[in-house]
């Protein structure tokens, strides 16, 4: 969580009033007033495993890009090949430095064949906006700040769909995994996409204006009445992106990562023509290897893994823990950690030292939970 300036009011979503009749716990999160929890996080984490849970994500940036050379600025601005996708279509992709390093891991929707909405994380909107304004100079493309005309509502979990149906025109079985359409959502016109971050199925509602969010809010909340759909914090998020292996901006990607040292070097086309910021650095990465991997611990105790621990091979530091937390789902403390490249577990002991005191661990490939398996 993030301290806002003195004397600086936090920034509230058009749900704001929503959260706070429903008891919510209201936190400063970038500098934005969202709810933490309703009632108990593991709950909520639960709901969404199992049946559904509701989130307000009106806090994360919306960056219009649009014009004849649209998709040639995102290819040079972004990390990805943007000029593939189709229309309809998104992905999942980073804006780097020119040394390589991450400034924000987004997801990119092509609405039309000339116009894209790029989304960032609310910490990192100004930075993304910023960095694209700039790298548009000498296309023919506009960039464009739509953060304050959306609101953003995500409803996740395995009876996503099942809640959602009765409520749109859209025949939810044609849109795809990472797709976004225009369809109407309990009367009101929105993108509607299928993306998520915790691991389950769902589906993301754009709405503009937001003024919309409250009305479809409480008739996603009495859809999902009999599924057992509630609304979920920030807290419930956390774990559940956790046990799913993704990363969170700030903990396992920042500007002295790139994405090669994510395991996350596929979103890097360096295949694609033409130059991109940070080519040559992110080039000499997958040349040579990079320095620090991300690998998950499962802690063999019930102390917590915490980020900030120390990682140790044989009792000497090779990591440094990321992000963690105890698992909801697999009942254990788990964490994501970078270990030097060069670090093998199977020559010794894996602990993690949580407050002095040497924790075992073990070593495994992330993520912790799939669905379906």
Do not use: C
């Not at 219009?64 to 040639?72: E, F, H, I, R």
């Not at 910023?130 to 700040?145: H, I, K, P």
């Not at 993306?195 to 859809?223: H, K, Q, R």
């Amino acid at each position: 969580m993030t301290a806002p300036d003195q004397g600086s009011a936090l920034r509230t979503t058009p749900l704001h009033a929503v959260h706070e009749r429903a008891g919510a716990t209201l936190v400063d999160f970038a500098g934005w007033e969202m709810p933490l929890r309703y009632g108990g996080e593991r709950a909520e984490h639960t709901a969404v495993r199992e049946t559904a849970g509701l989130f307000d994500l009106s806090h994360m940036g919306e960056i219009a890009v649009s014009g004849p050379q649209a998709a040639d600025m995102l290819d040079y601005a972004l990390a990805g090949h943007l000029s593939k996708v189709t229309p309809g279509r998104a992905r999942y992709t980073m804006i780097t430095d020119a040394d390589g390093g991450v400034l924000d891991d987004l997801i990119v929707y092509r609405l039309t064949e000339d116009e894209y909405m790029v989304v960032a994380n609310a910490a990192n909107a100004e930075t993304v906006l910023a960095a694209l304004s700039e790298r548009a100079a000498g296309f023919d493309a506009l960039v464009e700040d739509r953060s304050p005309d959306y609101a953003l509502i995500a409803v996740q979990g395995p009876a996503a769909a099942e809640i959602l149906a009765p409520l749109t025109d859209a025949d939810l079985s044609t849109i795809k995994y990472f797709a976004g359409y225009s369809h109407d959502v309990a009367g009101y016109p929105a993108l509607l996409a299928r993306t998520g971050y915790t691991g389950e199925d769902g589906f993301e509602i754009f709405l503009t204006p937001g003024d919309a969010a409250p009305a479809v809010w409480a008739a996603l909340l009495e859809s999902g009445e009999p599924h057992g759909l509630v609304p979920a914090g920030l807290s419930a998020r956390d774990t559940l992106r956790l046990e799913a292996g993704m990363p969170l901006y700030g903990n396992e990607l920042d500007t002295g990562t790139t994405p090669f040292d994510a395991n996350l070097g596929r979103v890097v086309k360096l295949d694609k023509p033409g130059d991109f910021v940070g080519r040559d650095a992110l080039q000499r990465v997958a040349d040579s290897g990079p320095r620090r991997r991300l690998v998950g611990l499962v802690a063999r105790g019930r102390r917590p893994l915490r980020k900030g621990n120390p990682v140790l091979l044989g009792g000497e530091p090779v990591g440094v823990v990321t992000s963690g937390a105890p698992s909801p789902t697999l009942g254990k403390p788990v964490a994501m950690a970078y270990i030097d490249s060069g670090a093998d577990p199977s020559t010794g002991e894996t602990a993690v030292d949580v407050r002095g005191r040497a924790e075992a661990v073990d070593v495994v490939d992330l993520p912790f939970y799939q669905r379906g398996r």
